[in-house]
């Protein structure tokens, strides 16, 4: 059965069951339909009534034939309740713009999926449209601004760079001349439209702790400068407190349930070639001070979503994983190889030894940050025994415990194995971990330091645009935020033909976005889309509805 048809299958249980085995009080439930609701704030500041163990799970580099982080982490969560550990999984919101473009959702697949799978996948309770709309509130603001003649901040619309969003797939809107039509329609100046994702606003949702936080962090958001070169800010043009309105229901994180009902908690959904990648930490801190044990997962590779998880996320939480589990694949080792798309499925020793080079990266990245890690073989059906013993036998040289988990065919039973693995390295890890650098260093030498530890590269250059940025960052009192690059997931590289792992690179920094409402500072490397653009067959063709509401199509 496909993804979605398994998903239909199940039987559902009450939402306010599910909050019982978080120890929850259904009274306090804020419900959306029977199989969704969201939780208070108060649960995330909380002193823990569990354990609070976390386990952070990351992946090997992308690539085309997918990884299964999400269905890993949510297996592992089922697995791990069935031995006896009260678990909770704690997830990203999926984009609309993946879900009708070619990736589809990340609700999970197979036997390990988030339920209601079509809900989740779609509008699910409003908090991208929250998103979407306070983030365009402050387009707005600007835009009304720069035309006032009574409240004038006297803004230089050449150095505002705060565009608009919107939660689909839409690349006409790139680049755009907005004011056009006369002189009621505003002042014609060129923007353009980033994805949802992709919004300050979402990076802010998800790194905020309270109200008050949020309303702070708004107030940062950097807009540009007045024609005397003076900073503005969202404060200055009274912003922060109708944004943080509009998102007073999202700042919420949201509870469902496994296909097995075990919790999951899914709150916010930033990308990780562009921001943090992580679920917000007011989720993660809630099922921390309710769970024994919280799965969560990074985006993309360990280089990116995980690097930001602990650089950036955890950091300004004040939380520690206690393991990562690293999600590899066959088929996607052997694409690291060299061995092309369509024949991934062909069985070839050489080229996944060649591909192994990938995961040792990630494995001695995770090391660098003093943390222990179990690889999980997320398993397909054209893995031949010899391939995966070939895995197996390599991880072990390495020191490293290693699962062959199939999460998607058997749900929480087809990872006990990983489960055990897991817990017994949890257990044993008391030190946390080492961030990989000082807040108080440069802002180059920060970008250096992940550059050559963590993707492998030999230097950094910087265009004379980027080293413009560095000037103005230093001008604006921010350097001693934390670095979140923005780079390609498909390669350790900042350019995505570089399969495996590369050496002797230079990585180029050819700008600065400067997130001082998020609280981190973004050199782009590379050519980053942040609005992408549909296929030529896009998944929104498969997608359709019955007479009875039944949704067909996702995947």
């Known amino acids: 059965m496909k993804d979605i048809e398994i998903a239909q299958k199940v039987q559902k249980k009450p939402i306010s069951q599910i909050a019982i085995k978080l120890g929850i009080d259904p009274e306090e439930l804020e419900m959306y339909g029977k199989y969704k609701a969201k939780l208070p704030l108060k649960y995330s500041k909380e002193e ?95 835009d009304n601004n720069i035309q006032s003649k009574l409240n004038s901040l006297n803004l230089d619309a050449r150095t505002i760079r705060w565009r608009r969003v919107m939660d689909m797939n839409e690349r006409s809107l790139r680049s755009i001349v907005a004011g056009l039509g006369g002189v009621n329609s505003g002042v014609p100046r060129e923007t353009g439209f980033d994805i949802t994702a992709a919004s300050e606003v979402m990076a802010i949702l998800c790194l905020a702790t309270d109200y008050i936080d949020l309303k702070k962090r708004l107030g940062n958001i950097f807009v540009g400068f007045t024609l005397d070169r003076k900073p503005i800010f969202a404060r200055d043009l009274k912003a922060s407190g109708a944004m943080a309105a509009l998102l007073k229901d999202a700042l919420k994180p949201n509870l469902v349930q496994t ?31 309710l769970s024994d044990y919280t799965i969560t997962e990074a985006g993309f590779g ?61 494995i001695e990245n995770i090391h660098q940050f003093k943390l222990k890690a179990v690889i999980a073989i997320n398993k397909f059906t054209s893995d031949t025994d010899e391939e995966i013993d070939f895995v197996v036998n390599y991880c072990q040289k390495l020191g490293v415990e290693v699962s062959v988990a199939d999460v998607w065919g058997q749900g929480g039973k087809g990872a006990i ?11 044993s890890c008391c030190d946390k971990f080492e961030p990989l650098y000082p807040l108080n260093e ?76 998020a609280g981190f500072l973004i050199p782009i490397t590379g050519e980053i889309m942040r609005m992408p653009g549909l296929p030529e067959a896009p998944s929104s063709n498969n997608i359709d509805i019955d007479d009875d509401g039944n949704i067909t199509g996702l995947f």
Do not use: W
Request: overall charge positive; hydrophobic content about 40%.
């Open 259 to 289: 296909i097995e009902g075990t919790p999951a908690i899914i709150h916010g959904g930033p990308f990780a070639n562009i921001a943090q990648g992580t679920n917000s930490i007011i989720a993660t801190k809630t099922s921390l001070a």
């Open 417 to 427: 194995e990983l489960a055990q693995k897991v817990t017994k390295i949890t257990e």
């Open 442 to 517: 440069t802002v180059e030498n920060k970008i250096s330091i992940i550059a050559r530890k963590i993707y492998g590269a030999e230097a950094v250059d910087y265009t004379a645009k980027a080293k413009k940025q560095l000037k103005i960052i230093a001008e604006l009192g921010l350097t001693e935020l934390p670095i979140c690059i923005a780079k390609t997931q498909k390669s350790l590289s900042d350019n995505p033909a570089l399969l495996g792992r590369p050496k002797d690179f230079v990585i180029t920094v050819r700008d600065f976005e400067i997130a001082a409402g």
């Open 48 to 142: 823990p009534r569990k354990k609070g163990k976390l386990i952070l799970v990351s992946a090997i580099s992308p690539t085309p034939a997918g990884e299964g982080k999400t269905t890993v982490s949510i297996g592992l969560a089922q697995a791990m309740n069935q031995i006896g550990n009260e678990s909770t999984v704690v997830l990203r919101e999926p984009s609309l713009g993946p879900v009708f473009g070619i990736k589809g959702g990340a609700a999970g697949g197979g036997y390990s999926q988030v339920l209601p799978m079509e809900d989740i996948n779609l509008h699910f309770t409003g908090d991208f449209s929250a998103i979407e709309k306070a983030h365009n509130l402050l387009s707005a603001l600007i």
């Open 302 to 362: 360990f280089d990116l979503g995980a690097e930001k998880f602990l650089d950036i996320k955890c950091r300004t939480a004040g939380i520690s994983p206690n393991a990562v589990v690293l999600v590899a694949t066959i088929r996607a080792l052997k694409y690291h190889g060299g061995q092309p798309i369509k024949e991934l499925t062909t069985p070839s020793v050489e080229t996944l030894a060649k591909g192994c080079e990938n995961l040792q990266k990630h």
